[in-house]
């Protein structure tokens, strides 16, 4: 069985571009997590969808960071216009039920932004 | 206000050489402690959830325990494909919503 998918594997853009992540959820699972991964920061939560529907975007740090789900297979995390400090690993993870179930983590995308 | 504080940073052990991972919370009313592993490049790999002061639980030559302000890992005669990132992580308090905590993770080393 596929784990989580995540699209591109490594993006490298220059400042005021937009950016787009993508993910693709383990199939039957109904929560999806946008984290962020930085040496300084460690690992944050961005954001949590449970059904397709945003429950928790408090950790998303300013408007230019956007996250959809428009179905159960797929999310996108949009970046516009990204800067240098947004450049980190971003993870997608999903799990069945809710953020206080385990967690599968897809392989993460690095982002560079020049 | 960190959630979520582990120690140490880094640690190195010879193979063979036990030792403990500590992880200490701030939340209240815990709804769960978790620990997952990080492999270099790779994304967070779950190894446990613990829920109440006392529990214990074990995989292989790890073993997570928990009291009512830290949780511990215990690695027993580690090997070498032991060496990676461990995590742990909390969900939030009711104050904060939603949120899930993780720590910054302490990096194990294991030498041959």
């Known amino acids: 069985d596929a784990g989580v998918i995540q699209s591109p594997r490594h993006e490298v853009t220059e400042m005021g571009q937009e950016v787009t992540l993508r993910c693709k959820p383990i199939s039957g699972h109904n929560s999806l997590f946008w984290y962020r991964q930085t040496m300084m920061r460690g690992l944050e939560l961005l954001i949590y969808f449970n059904n397709n529907v945003p429950i928790d975007d408090s950790g998303m740090p300013e408007d230019r960071f956007s996250a959809k789900m428009p179905n159960a297979s797929f999310s996108t995390l949009k970046i516009q216009p990204s800067e240098p400090r947004d450049s980190a690993v971003y993870f997608c993870?999903?799990?069945?039920?809710?953020?206080?179930?385990?967690?599968?983590f897809g392989p993460g995308t690095r982002l560079t932004v020049l | 206000e960190d959630q979520v504080t582990q120690s140490p940073e880094a640690l190195r052990l010879q193979e063979g050489e036990s030792s403990s991972l500590n992880c200490s919370y701030t939340?209240?009313?815990?709804?769960?402690l978790f620990w997952y592993r990080q492999d270099p490049g790779k994304g967070p790999e779950f190894l446990f959830t613990?829920?109440?002061a006392g529990e214990e639980k074990e995989k292989e030559r790890l073993k997570a325990t928990l009291t009512k302000k830290e949780s511990f890992l215990h690695i027993t005669a580690p090997k070498p494909e032991d060496s990676a990132t461990y995590l742990c992580a909390v969900p939030g308090d009711l104050n904060t919503g939603n949120q899930f905590y993780f720590g910054t993770g302490t990096s194990l080393t294991v030498i041959p």
């Open positions: 613990l829920y109440s």
């Open positions: 993870a999903s799990s069945l039920g809710t953020q206080y179930n385990e967690q599968f």
């Open positions: 939340v209240s009313g815990l709804r769960g």
